[in-house]
């Protein structure tokens, strides 16, 4: 629970000045004795989902704000304990560039006694004060942002405790399996480790608000697998692969769910058939079928943080019946420790159940404490893995499949919330949740291909095998390819499937597709980026294995150990979960909101950020016109996403906005051809380029990026009207910052600097969507203004030398073209973003822009100036 050492603090403390983490559990406050100097001390704050974490001798502290709050990647921020001047540099820089979610920072040193550094990250209520009291470093946390007390911290905050579960929410009609894990209080370390001290006692009594999504069990999977019945047909179920963990850990985050069978209380005393007794010292997680709790024999006193031994608890005839079955038959610790000593093996990651019975209308099962879930590690923060740890992971999975298969069953449900890894040595990795195993090799016969002997579509819907899909019993080939979906899934943080609402025949038919097509789901699923040679060897293989057939483990494992090699790891390494780069810059978003029957017009679709945009909106079922200058790159753009999305209404027309008869052209076409338009994404830029003219004798950046834009919105702004509720997403910079509205010479001609010209265009765009918002009140039409992130596109051709090195400098921090689209997706298709309107947004969440961006007078100036030029008057 506590997170006293160990592997958080070994996580946070590990790079430079910031690092990432795993979020720590609970409610913590410590008061850091400088005494101590030798010592370490770790803090930790979870406040309202918010984690503080101080670490003193190493002069580093961390935060982590929550993902329960934003739907992108967290991110992590380290700053020096009474942070120094080459910190605060840094911090400047990284805010300034917004590479770090910091809008607010001080550091100040009045007195020798009490310095203090204050962040305040993207989150509106985080701000963290590191005082010095003498010889005491003392947190101080308030809501808005400056300097508190603890009397006025939100730590006094009630949790409540979860509801009971009514009877008729226990069981109702719904899809098949699908299994979300809600961390209860999220572990960090094994919970063997650690003390509770009795503040923290204390603190673990203030209890969380559980906020209760009924995602109702399936009814067979409640059922005896002895009374369940194979259903002939497929049942065609609508499943909303988002909404379960494993389809999209990112999504699920923080979404507190609640279990077919109520919780029984911590502190209850249960007996195994062994007559062990078992106390439950704290819930840790459940999912809808079963929870799982943190005990210790009966007999000891111990905090959670001692307990050594896991128990899960779920309906008495569900499937943990069946996972006993398994255990008991295929899985007894000797029958491992022969394995490991025939195989010459160090570790193998099956649990050994050391105890299981029935609790009044529970079935529960007893396993020693196998650290955290890797869906906790992923929902922790971490999007997508480093390629090297998941050929850790798969190496370890491998070993463990290879064992149960040898022992006639299949898993036939491998998803991040079904391995476990332990949090101390983090080489450890274990395969549980074994409800879903099937015998397909009773007394050594293979049964036989058959669709529909079983109920279909069982598992995560996300991950299981078309076997799994067709209802056949799952044999050797359905794991090694749960785990291939698995470990593109963890290595891209998608599938073809993953981010669609889909019925789950539909996931089976894409499956289907793919599954004699690896090149194209590897292209699918990795874009622009290089892929995974070990893996898409490993798919190859196991995608064209026989429904029968004995998979060839030593070659399996030998591909994916050559490439773990190449890349300098072994698997005696730490398992290294952090995707520094892609967690901290990457900003990938995800969402399953389809888009069919909309219509989308995209300016400057051809490359870059407007092309990825393009891509995506397709994939959600969009009609999509392209606006380009550029006919023949817009095709060949048009081709290949077609291709790639499978969506054929994509159509391309001319426009080239430093004209604006040709927008007037443009507009006109759009008016009379479209019968509605939705999404305006005015995406299309130019940066930094020579002094030049329009057409029509605009400064070119001013001309293009606003005016442009700003003309071609007015043209379209009845159909949008029409087609409420509509938006407008204009393409904005942090470079707002680098330039002024200059009312007396806005085209540059007295005096021109091209970085300059390019802040005003982009301060502009900001400008136009504040006023837009304003005057499209009450019309269903909403306005946003995005900051892509620094992204590797085109747009720096003009860019000086200076400017390139600078580039090369910060290149490690910028963003693919896809990254850079999610922030414009995130506006295009939030629904909750329905409600707001005039905003400026980054990393897929609100941001902070410079004061002259929120200059409303300046606004409407703008506004009329703009009109004067264009000759064009829109109240
Ligand atoms: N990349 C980055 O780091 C950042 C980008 N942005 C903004 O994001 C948006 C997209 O930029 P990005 O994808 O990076 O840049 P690219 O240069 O890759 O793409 C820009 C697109 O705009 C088109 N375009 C340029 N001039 C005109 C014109 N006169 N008429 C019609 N289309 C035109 C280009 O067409 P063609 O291919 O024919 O040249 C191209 O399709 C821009 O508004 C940019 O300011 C904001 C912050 C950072
Ligand atoms: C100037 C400069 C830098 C580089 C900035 C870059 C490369 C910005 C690119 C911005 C873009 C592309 C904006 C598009 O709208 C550093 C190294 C951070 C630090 C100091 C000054």
Not at 116 to 138: D, M, N, Q, V, Y
Request: charged share 25%; glycine share 6%.
């Amino acid at each position: 629970m506590i997170v006293r050492s160990g592997s958080a603090r070994k996580a946070l403390c590990s790079s430079r000045n910031f690092s990432h983490t795993i979020r720590a559990p609970t409610i913590r406050e410590e008061t850091i004795s400088s005494d101590n100097q030798k010592k370490s001390h770790a803090s930790s704050y979870d406040l309202k989902n918010r984690t503080v974490y101080a670490r003193r001798n190493r002069r580093i502290l961390g935060l982590v704000p929550s993902r329960n709050t934003y739907p992108a990647n967290d991110h992590v921020i380290c700053v020096s304990y009474n942070a120094s001047v080459t910190t605060v540099l840094w911090l400047k820089v990284a805010a300034w560039f917004q590479i770090l979610p910091i809008v607010w920072w001080e550091t100040a040193r009045p007195n020798r006694n009490c310095g203090f550094t204050a962040i305040r990250a993207k989150s509106k209520l985080c701000a963290f004060i590191f005082e010095r009291h003498g010889r005491h470093a003392r947190i101080c946390v308030k809501d808005d942002g400056f300097i508190s007390d603890q009397k006025s911290s939100p730590l006094s905050r009630k949790r409540k405790v979860s509801p009971p579960v009514k009877e008729e929410e226990k069981v109702s009609q719904t899809t098949s399996a699908v299994i979300t894990q809600t961390p209860v209080k999220r572990l960090l370390t094994s919970p063997r480790k650690g003390k509770a001290s009795p503040k923290v006692k204390e603190q673990e009594e203030v209890k969380e608000t559980i906020s209760v999504t009924l995602q109702t069990p399936d009814k067979t999977s409640l059922a005896s697998p002895r009374n369940r019945k194979a259903s002939p047909q497929v049942k065609e179920e609508e499943v909303k692969p988002m909404s379960s963990v494993s389809q999209s850990p990112s999504k699920s985050k923080g979404r507190k769910r609640v279990c077919a069978v109520g919780p029984v209380p911590e502190g209850t005393v249960v007996c195994d058939q062994s007559s062990k007794k078992w106390k439950l010292v704290e819930l840790l997680w459940q999912t809808e079928l079963d929870l799982t709790y943190a005990v210790c024999q009966a007999n000891q006193q111990a905090g959670s943080n001692e307990c050594k031994y896991m128990l899960r608890l779920g309906a008495k005839e569900g499937h943990l019946f069946n996972e006993q079955n398994f255990h008991l038959r295929a899985a007894k610790p000797d029958a491992v420790e022969k394995w490991l000593k025939l195989h010459k093996l160090d570790f193998l990651g099956i649990p050994s159940c050391v105890g299981f019975g029935l609790h009044e209308a529970y079935r529960f099962l007893v396993f020693p404490s196998m650290g955290q879930t890797l869906q906790t590690v992923m929902d922790e923060g971490n999007c997508t893995l480093p390629e090297k740890a998941v050929l850790q992971l798969a190496l370890r999975l491998l070993d463990a499949l290879e064992f149960i298969h040898e022992k006639e069953y299949a898993h036939a449900d491998i998803h991040a919330g079904n391995i476990y890894i332990n949090t101390d040595s983090q080489t450890e990795v274990f395969l549980s949740g074994f409800g879903h195993a099937f015998r397909f090799c009773p007394g050594g016969k293979h049964v036989e291909y058959r669709q529909g002997s079983r109920t279909a579509h069982q598992g995560n819907i996300t991950f299981i095998s078309l076997d799994s899909h067709k209802g056949a019993g799952p044999s050797c080939r359905s794991d090694l390819q749960s785990l291939g979906y698995c470990m593109l899934y963890w290595m891209t943080g998608s599938l073809p499937w993953s981010h669609l609402s889909q019925t789950s025949s539909a996931i089976a038919a894409e499956k289907e597709r793919y599954i004699s097509d690896i090149p194209g789901l590897v292209r699918c699923c990795y874009k622009q980026k290089k892929a995974s040679v070990a893996l898409q060897d490993y798919l190859t293989n196991v995608m064209s294995l026989q429904y029968t057939e004995k998979p060839d483990y030593t070659l399996l494992k030998a591909g994916l150990h050559e490439s773990l090699q190449k890349m300098g790891g072994s698997l005696k390494e730490s398992l290294n979960l952090m995707h520094l780069h892609r967690e901290m810059f990457g900003g990938q978003w995800s969402s399953s909101t389809r888009l069919d029957g909309k219509t989308v017009l995209i300016t400057g679709a051809n490359t870059g950020i407007g092309k990825e945009t393009t891509r995506d909106l397709a994939k959600r079922g969009a009609r999509i016109i392209m606006a380009c200058r550029d006919l023949e790159k817009a095709e060949r753009a048009q081709k290949e996403i077609m291709e790639d999305s499978g969506n054929q209404n994509i159509v391309i027309k001319k426009l080239d906005l430093s004209d604006t008869k040709s927008i007037r052209e443009f507009a006109e076409l759009i008016n009379n051809e479209e019968r509605a338009l939705h999404i305006l994404i005015n995406n299309a830029g130019i940066m930094m380029c020579p002094y030049s003219k329009t057409a029509d004798g605009f400064e070119m950046q001013f001309g293009v990026n606003h005016l442009g834009h700003f003309l071609l919105t007015f043209l379209l702004i009845d159909l949008l009207k029409r087609s409420a509720p509509s938006r407008i997403i204009n393409l904005s910079s942090m470079a707002h910052g680098w330039g002024t509205i200059a009312l007396d010479d806005i085209n540059s001609e007295r005096n021109y600097h091209s970085r300059r010209a390019y802040g005003q265009s982009k301060l502009a765009n900001i400008l136009f969507t504040r006023s837009l918002a304003k005057k499209l009140k009450d019309t269903g039409v909403t306005a946003y203004a995005v900051h892509p992130g620094i992204v590797r596109t085109e747009l720096k051709r003009h860019m000086n030398l200076g400017l390139l090195i600078m580039w090369k400098i910060v290149r490690p921090f910028t963003k693919t073209s896809v990254q850079g689209a999610q922030t414009t997706i995130y506006c295009a298709v939030q629904p909750e973003l329905d409600k707001e309107s005039g905003g400026y947004y980054s990393n897929c969440r609100p941001s902070r822009c410079t004061r002259a961006a929120r200059d409303d007078e300046m606004a409407e100036k703008l506004w009329e100036l703009s009109c004067k030029m264009l000759g064009i008057v829109w109240d």
